[in-house]
């Protein structure tokens, strides 16, 4: 799928730091696959027992400027996921159910960003078409008061770099395009370009780092 804290003297920044941190001193790492693309969540399912932990900074225009996000496989086939925006202080909701897991091909069903602070939940369905190099997702989500297509590419280099690049429609989206480049099997950083689908088009930068960490076996 695929977002932070006390109030103290140190800046967002740091905060975000020091819980990554403090995730890695407290859980073994897990070997795991870390999902979504740079705009859009995608069908697979985080791995039963496996935290996906990222820190997510972004362009305002794109949504909540700075977030920690927490991903969470409850079940081989259903995950929870909480994104915790700083800038503004917003919380949101999420939660995927894989319908179908076989050979290359996976639907799932999700309902996405329920805000703390009111709007209604968005229900999705994604379907994707996954070989060895190249990840296909097309689907659909219902937000701001319209049915939105979903798009996405991912084409995996090696074992440490992939390309993505994803779209949604409706005028607050936008088509973007991304690299992911994998430190450890477990720790990615993804830069990514946001084109804006409104007019005037922007370009908008955003980055997010995620660690997966195993809470149980």
Do not use: C
């Not at 008061?145 to 949604?168: C, M, N, P, V, W």
């Not at 991304?178 to 950083?189: A, K, M, R």
Request: charged share 15%.
């Amino acid at each position: 799928m695929a977002s932070i804290l006390m109030k103290t003297s140190l800046s967002p920044k740091a905060g975000v730091t020091l819980i990554i941190l403090a995730a890695l001193r407290l859980a073994p790492a897990a070997h795991a696959t870390i999902v979504g693309l740079n705009q859009i969540v995608t069908p697979e399912i985080q791995p039963a027992g496996v935290l996906g932990l990222s820190a997510q900074l972004q362009h305002p225009t794109i949504g909540n400027s700075q977030q920690i996000q927490f991903e969470l496989g409850l079940t081989p086939r259903f995950e929870m996921a909480w994104f915790q925006g700083l800038k503004p202080n917003e919380g949101f909701f999420s939660t995927e159910f894989n319908l179908l897991q076989k050979g290359p091909h996976l639907l799932t069903v999700g309902v996405l960003n329920w805000s703390t602070l009111g709007g209604d939940a968005q229900p999705e369905l994604e379907y994707g078409y996954y070989t060895d190099k190249d990840r296909f997702v097309v689907g659909a989500i219902y937000a701001n008061r319209e049915t939105e297509l979903l798009l996405g590419y991912k084409r995996l280099l090696s074992d440490k770099i992939a390309l993505a690049t994803d779209f949604q429609s409706g005028s607050a989206n936008s088509l973007t395009l991304g690299v992911v480049y994998n430190f450890t099997p477990d720790l990615s950083i993804n830069p990514a370009i946001y084109w804006t689908n409104s007019h005037p088009h922007h370009f908008l930068g955003y980055v997010v780092a995620t660690w997966n960490i195993t809470v149980w076996k």
